[in-house]
């Protein structure tokens, strides 16, 4: 079974800082994805990447960056921190295959800005 | 660009009810559909999918079927149980292999 891992369940931290959020797989997957869960808003791209040091813009990619130097595992990276990206954050991966490869997530780090 | 429509919730039904929730989509071509379902502080998990017109994706006694001229994927289940209480999301797969998620529907199934 496809793991994929964030390092962390619950993270609160305060405006202004520089936040890390990590995300394993273990399945050798070239496909990485970031979403952030709000609600009535459902699932947000925020960043994604196919293939290690490539990264691309999702639809929300404003205040967030990525990082991807190994292939298992893909970074965001809150550079400056602010009380609207409080939220639930997913990531995801899936193999090569087009648009009929399904998406495998972790569990989500729910992240408090205070 | 894509996009989907999912019936707001939340919907609270008694256990063995029939269950429907209705997804629309707009997209480009035909894209994949699938149906991802995420339980009470985990992550989304694939339920089912559909890759073509008229096909009818199927898991855990759930069904969707493609349609094409409706643009439709809407989910069904004869008999709901207490341990399907959870939030349900209809995704198209767009371009670049991006999926689009709806809003998610809350499902909460009564004893």
């Known amino acids: ?114 | 660009g894509d996009s989907v429509t999912q019936m707001e919730g939340p919907v609270t039904l008694s256990e063995e009810a029939f269950l429907t929730i209705n997804c629309t989509y707009t997209a480009t071509g035909y894209p994949s559909l699938f149906w991802y379902v995420q339980y009470p502080g985990e992550g989304l998990q694939l339920l089912l999918k559909a890759t073509k017109a008229d096909d009818k994706g199927s898991n855990k006694g759930f069904e969707a079927t493609y349609r094409k001229e409706t643009t439709s994927f809407h989910l069904e289940k004869g008999s709901v149980q207490v341990s399907d209480s959870a939030v349900y999301f209809c995704a198209p797969s767009g371009s670049a292999r991006q999926l689009t998620f709806g809003s998610g529907t809350q499902l909460t199934v009564l004893p």
């Open chain 1, 1 to 114: 079974d496809v793991k994929v891992t964030q390092s962390s369940r619950y993270l609160v931290k305060r405006t202004g800082e520089k936040v890390f959020l990590e995300c394993v797989q273990d399945m050798d997957h070239e496909n990485m994805f970031w979403y952030r869960q709000d609600p009535g808003l459902g699932l947000r791209l925020i960043y994604f990447s196919y293939d290690v040091k490539m990264k691309e813009k999702g639809d929300i990619p404003e205040g967030y960056s990525v990082s991807r130097e190994k292939k298992e595992r893909f970074s965001l990276i809150l550079e400056s921190a602010s009380t609207n990206q409080t939220s639930m954050y997913l990531c995801a991966s899936s193999p090569p295959g087009g648009e009929d490869s399904p998406l495998h997530f972790g569990n989500g780090t729910r992240l408090t800005v205070t």
